[in-house]
């Protein structure tokens, strides 16, 4: 029996969007092969979610589940009642639906296969080999991979573990496409491929601009008064930024290509702010009365 996606990921049909996306997420984090990687009742639970956001997740075939086109599978529905599979004597009869006829598909005419058999006629239909369904996950990955791109190894809900490339850039929403990593053919053809629904983790220190990443880097008042150096962080390892002489909060220093990688790269712009190494030295605070004379 097909899986009742609604069911599996435990939200009504009434459901937003946003619901249908949280319930996913909580319970494909909780389930995931990492955590729980020799429990194979928790694999086969991370299957059937994310099958089930397979089918809530994409607009188009949500919109045919509800409409009892395709089953929890994602197979088109076929006869309902009668004989197993809806045809008399038992046999299985489904179809696509294309174009603007549900008879119209890949599988042929349902009718058609019926009265041909009976009567020895009828036109007869060759699908050919039919790719196996995409599988979608969605993935967390760092600040820093999303702008400097990377190399991750991440596990598929079969266990497979595969390196997968990050390219520098990416944003949140945006999919990776994993060729032939989704389910097997039903019948002989090209596997279906995996679709990776990319979320980047924000960042504490950086924010994204574009292709430019922006920072505040805190420096000393001796430092804003006479220049010095001081050690910044970028994503791509930590580097030494030159602040001249006289300078005031809220300026801003560029770091050129320090942003997202590309070709070209971006930049990162570090706006200084100035903080007092100790408040309460008695040297500066007398230096301040007499500056208010």
């Given at each position: 029996m097909a899986l009742?996606?609604?069911s599996v990921l435990g939200v009504p049909r009434t459901a937003s969007e946003a619901?249908?996306?949280k319930a996913y997420r909580n319970k494909a984090k909780a389930l995931h092969p990492d955590l729980h990687p020799d429990d194979a009742k928790k694999m086969e639970e991370f299957k059937r979610v994310s099958q089930a956001w397979?089918?809530?997740?994409?607009k188009d075939k949500k919109a045919k589940f509800d409409r009892g086109e395709i089953d929890g599978d994602g197979n088109p529905a076929g006869f309902p009642g009668g004989a197993p599979g809806g045809g008399p004597g038992g046999g299985t009869y489904r179809w696509e639906t294309r174009g603007g006829s549900p008879f119209d598909g890949a599988q042929g005419d349902p009718f058609e296969e019926i009265l041909g058999g009976m009567f020895g006629g009828g036109r007869r239909r060759n699908?050919?080999?039919?790719?196996?369904?995409?599988?979608r996950y969605r993935v967390e990955i760092s600040f820093e991979d999303s702008v400097?791109?990377?190399?991750?190894?991440m596990t598929m809900a079969d266990g497979t573990a595969l390196d997968v490339n990050i390219p520098a850039g990416i944003e949140s929403g945006q999919s990776l496409r994993l060729k032939s990593q989704g389910q097997p053919s039903p019948?002989?053809?090209a596997p279906g491929d995996a679709l990776l629904e990319v979320e980047i983790r924000p960042s504490r220190i950086w924010e994204r601009d574009g292709k430019d990443l922006r920072m505040t880097v805190p420096i000393s008042l001796q430092t804003a008064l006479l220049g010095g150096s001081v050690e910044v962080k970028t994503p791509s390892g930590p580097v030494t930024l030159k602040v001249p002489p006289g300078s005031n909060s809220d300026a801003q220093l560029r770091?050129?290509?320090?942003?997202?990688?590309?070709?070209?790269p971006g930049n990162l712009y570090a706006r200084l702010k100035i903080v007092l190494d100790d408040p309460a030295d008695s040297g500066l605070r007398k230096w301040a009365e007499g500056r208010s004379k």
């Open positions: 009742d996606p609604y619901e249908v996306k397979d089918i809530l997740g994409d699908p050919g080999p039919q790719k196996g369904r995409d599988i400097t791109g990377a190399r991750r190894r019948n002989g053809g770091l050129r290509g320090k942003g997202v990688q590309g070709s070209p």
